[in-house]
T-cell receptor
Framework: DQQVKQNSPSLSVQEGRISILNCDYTNSMFDYFLWYKKYPAEGPTFLIS?????DKNEDGRFTVFLNKSAKHLSLHIVPSQPGDSAVYFCAASRGGSQGNLIFGKGTKLSVKP | NAGVMQNPRHLVRRRGQEARLRCSPMKGHSHVYWYRQLPEEGLKFMVYLQKENIIDESGMPKERFSAEFPKEGPSILRIQQVVRGDSAAYFC?????????????FGDGTRLSIL
C-alpha cells in the first residue's frame, strides 16, 4: 500500500528547459511535504518543503506546488542544469516536521547539455 | 550531507552475526530517525528516537532489530543474527527540537551487505 507515489521512474530534460517532477499521495492526513535530491552513494539532500496550508513555495530555481483536492504535488526546476541530474524523492508526513516521512520510490532526472 | 555522521559507510557481515550502525546527529539536533532503502525503492521509516526515548518504532521489525539514542554518544541501530534480506542501505536523519517546520537532514548512510 503505497501512500506516496511517483509514477515516472525517469525523466530526461534538455539543459535550460523546465523539469517537472510529479508526486501523488493518498492519505489526506499528510500535512507536510518535502522534496529530496539524492546522488549515488550519498544520503538524500533536502531541497524544498511545503506545508498543507500553502499551495506554493519557491526557493531560487525550485518551486513546489501543492494541490490538496487532487492530492498532488509537483516540483518545478527552471532552468534545469546538468548538475541537477539525480534521483528526486517526494516525501510526506502526518506529524508536521516531527513525524516520520513516507517516501515515494523516486524519479531519476537526467539533464542533458 | 555535512552534519549527520554515520559509520561505518560499508559493513559486511556473515549470516548470523550482529551488525551495529552508528549515527551522530547534527549539532543541536535532538531527534533521530532511521530509514532503510532497498534497491530501486524509496526509503522506508524504521524508528524515531529522542534522547533516551523511543518515540515511534512502528516501522521496525519486531525481532532482531533494536535502536537506542543514549544521553551521551551516538544513536545505534542494532541488527542481531543478520539474514540476507537485511542487505540494504540504512540512513539516519536528524531534526532539531522545537516548534516550526524543520526538515530532516540525512547522513550518507551505511551500506550493509550480508554474505
Amino acid at each position: 500500500d503505497q501512500q506516496v507515489k511517483q509514477n515516472s521512474p525517469s525523466l530526461s530534460v534538455q539543459e535550460g528547459r523546465i523539469s517537472i517532477l510529479n508526486c501523488d499521495y493518498t492519505n489526506s492526513m499528510f500535512d507536510y511535504f518535502l522534496w529530496y535530491k539524492k546522488y549515488p552513494a550519498e544520503g538524500p539532500t533536502f531541497l524544498i518543503s511545503i506545508s498543507s496550508i500553502k499551495d506554493k513555495n519557491e526557493d531560487g530555481r525550485f518551486t513546489v506546488f501543492l494541490n490538496k483536492s487532487a492530492k498532488h504535488l509537483s516540483l518545478h526546476i527552471v532552468p534545469s542544469q546538468p548538475g541537477d541530474s539525480a534521483v528526486y524523492f517526494c516525501a510526506a508526513s502526518r506529524g508536521g516536521s516531527q513525524g516520520n516521512l513516507i517516501f515515494g520510490k523516486g524519479t531519476k532526472l537526467s539533464v542533458k547539455p | 550531507n555535512a552534519g549527520v555522521m554515520q559509520n561505518p559507510r560499508h559493513l559486511v557481515r556473515r549470516r548470523g552475526q550482529e551488525a551495529r550502525l552508528r549515527c551522530s546527529p547534527m549539532k543541536g539536533h535532538s531527534h533521530v530517525y532511521w530509514y532503510r532503502q532497498l534497491p530501486e525503492e524509496g526509503l522506508k521509516f524504521m524508528v524515531y528516537l529522542q534522547k533516551e526515548n523511543i518515540i515511534d518504532e512502528s516501522g521496525m521489525p519486531k525481532e532482531r532489530f533494536s535502536a537506542e539514542f543514549p544521553k551521551e554518544g551516538p544513536s545505534i541501530l542494532r541488527i542481531q543474527q543478520v539474514v540476507r534480506g537485511d542487505s540494504a542501505a540504512y540512513f539516519c536523519a536528524s531534526s532539531p527540537q522545537g516548534t516550526g517546520i524543520q526538515p530532516q537532514h540525512f547522513g550518507d548512510g551505511t551500506r550493509l551487505s550480508i554474505l
